[in-house]
T-cell receptor, first 114, second 113 residues
Framework: AQSVTQLGSHVSVSEGALVLLRCNYS??????LFWYVQYPNQGLQLLLK??????LVKGINGFEAEFKKSETSFHLTKPSAHMSDAAEYFC????????????FGAGTRLFVKA | DTAVSQTPKYLVTQMGNDKSIKCEQN?????MYWYKQDSKKFLKIMFS???????INETVPNRFSPKSPDKAHLNLHINSLELGDSAVYFC????????????FGNGTRLTVT
């Protein structure tokens, strides 16, 4: 069975500092991995995804994530935080293709201090 | 121009009532989903429909019944509402059966009193 663990329910950074949100997964087959962002009172938006190929994936708003199979990790980073990045971030994993279901982590709330 | 739209945005009702939430997507996607997000932000899939056919039905009570009149619409009907049904319900869509949800609606906050 697949699962996702996000380390830290809350992360606080200063504006301009590095953002690092941690995600570890377990999967019995090569996983598809995703990061979503949820702003207050809104639905989730897909930030980026990894399916196959290049392990460093670039997404929207300057975010990127690296798939590390040996560490079963898919951490999300951004070199310089902006106030507008404050939101809830969800890591997710899917297995296989065709009718699979996406399992979401518990979320990490990112706070950005001025 | 909203991609995935849900109505209503807020729903307050009493225990035992029956209510419906509607969802429409204008993206031409084949697959639609219903998710439940609890007070701790935990997101759990409830149903998935591909081109009007149910392809995932997680262990949700049969008081919840999804209906898809066409591939652009996926409505959720809930009978005999209980306190534990209070949550935010999200509709989502994706291009096809082999893809994960790409676009989410803004959610329907259901409060059962």
């Amino acid at each position: 069975a697949q699962s996702v663990t996000q380390l830290g329910s809350h992360v606080s950074v200063s504006e301009g500092a590095l953002v690092l949100l941690r995600c570890n997964y377990s999967s019995s087959v090569p996983p598809y991995l995703f990061w979503y962002v949820q702003y207050p009172n809104q639905g989730l938006q897909l930030l980026l995804k990894y399916t196959t190929g290049a392990t460093l994936v670039k997404g929207i708003n300057g975010f990127e994530a690296e798939f590390k199979k040996s560490e079963t990790s898919f951490h999300l980073t951004k070199p310089s935080a902006h106030m507008s990045d404050a939101a809830e971030y969800f890591c997710a994993v899917s297995e296989g293709t065709g009718g699979f279901k996406t399992i979401f982590g518990a979320g990490t709330r990112l706070f950005v201090k001025a | 121009d909203t991609a995935v739209s849900q109505t209503p945005k807020y729903l307050v009702t009493q225990m035992g009532n029956d209510k419906s939430i509607k969802c429409e997507q204008n993206l031409g996607h084949d697959t639609m989903y219903w998710y439940k997000q609890d007070s701790k932000k935990f997101l759990k899939i409830m149903f998935s429909y591909n081109n009007k056919e149910l392809i995932i039905n997680e262990t949700v009570p049969n008081r919840f019944s999804p209906k898809s009149p066409d591939k652009a619409h996926l409505n959720l009907h809930i009978n005999s509402l209980e306190l534990g049904d209070s949550a935010v319900y999200f509709c989502a869509s994706s291009p096809g059966q082999g893809t994960s949800p790409l676009h989410f609606g803004n959610g329907t906050r259901l409060t059962v009193t």
